[in-house]
C-alpha cells in the first residue's frame, strides 16, 4: 500500500494545485518513483489512497499497467490519517502481510528484503505485528521515534532512530478500527512496540522524506532528470 492521502501543507504552495507524491524529482513523479522500485523488487499489486486531488493520482497513474502492475484506490475524500486509512483499505489489502509505504519518499531501499521477511511475519500470526524500516536522520524528527536493539524497537533505552515510513504490516494491527474514522499509526506502533510485537532493521542508503519546496529543489538541482 502506497500512502498518498496526505495534505502536504509544509509543501504549500507547490501542494495547492499538485498532489505532493505527483511533484517530480529529475524528470518523474515521486510516486513514480515508489512504484518503480516496487516493480524493481516483484511487487505486482498496490493499493494507493488519496484525498486532497486524488482524481489527478488516478487520472495519472490509471490501473498501473504501464508497471506491469495493479493498481487499486482507495479514495477517502477528507484524508483519514496514517493508520484510519489503512483500516479503510483492508478490504483490498487481503489478509496477508503487506508493505506499507509513504508516496513521497525519495529513498533507495531494496523492497525485496520486506518481501522476504514476509513468510516469517506470517508464520508469528499476531505475534509479530510490524517491522520497520528505521533512519538515523534528525533533520526530519531531531528526537527519534524509537530505540532499536537486537533486531527489536523499544520505546526507550539507547539512541532513537526514525521511523522511515517504509515497514511490513499484519492486518490485524489495524482489524479494530473503525474503517471510515480518522486515526493516526504512532499510538498503535507504540502500543505493539510496549507488547514485544515490533521488530525493526536501520537502513544505511539515501532517504529523503521531501517535505517543503526547499528540499524538493534541492533534490532537482542535486540530480540530473532520470539520473536514478
Request: proline share 7%; net charge positive; hydrophobic share 45%.
Amino acid at each position: 500500500m502506497l500512502l498518498a492521502a496526505g495534505r502536504g501543507e509544509r509543501m504549500r504552495p507547490l501542494s495547492d494545485e499538485m498532489p505532493k507524491p505527483l511533484l517530480s524529482v529529475a524528470g518523474r513523479p515521486l510516486i513514480v518513483r515508489q512504484l518503480e522500485r516496487l516493480r524493481q523488487a516483484g511487487v505486482v499489486e498496490v493499493v494507493i489512497n488519496h484525498a486532497h486531488l486524488g482524481g489527478l493520482i488516478e487520472a495519472a497513474l490509471g490501473s498501473g499497467s504501464a508497471w506491469g502492475m495493479q493498481i487499486r484506490y482507495s479514495p477517502e475524500g477528507e484524508a483519514l490519517g496514517t493508520a484510519g486509512g489503512v483500516a479503510r483499505a483492508l478490504p483490498l489489502l487481503g489478509p496477508e502481510p503487506f508493505l506499507l509505504v509513504s508516496a513521497d519518499l525519495y529513498c533507495d531501499y531494496d523492497y525485496r528484503k520486506l518481501l522476504a521477511a514476509a513468510p516469517a511475519m506470517r508464520a508469528q500470526g499476531r505475534g509479530r505485528l510490524a517491522h520497520l524500516v528505521m533512519v538515523d536522520n534528525p533533520q526530519h524528527h531531531p528526537r527519534g521515534d524509537f530505540a532499536l536493539r537486537d533486531g527489536q524497537l523499544f520505546l526507550t533505552g539507547g539512541a532513537r532512530l526514525n521511523y522511515g515510513n517504509i515497514g511490513l504490516y499484519q492486518p490485524a494491527l489495524f482489524a479494530g478500527l473503525p474503517a471510515n474514522r480518522q486515526a493516526e499509526l504512532g499510538p498503535l506502533l507504540r502500543s505493539a512496540i510496549l507488547a514485544g510485537r515490533v521488530s525493526g532493521e536501520k537502513f544505511f542508503g539515501r532517504w529523503v522524506n521531501v517535505g517543503t519546496p526547499e528540499q524538493l529543489a534541492g533534490l532537482n538541482a542535486e540530480l540530473a532528470p532520470d539520473a536514478c
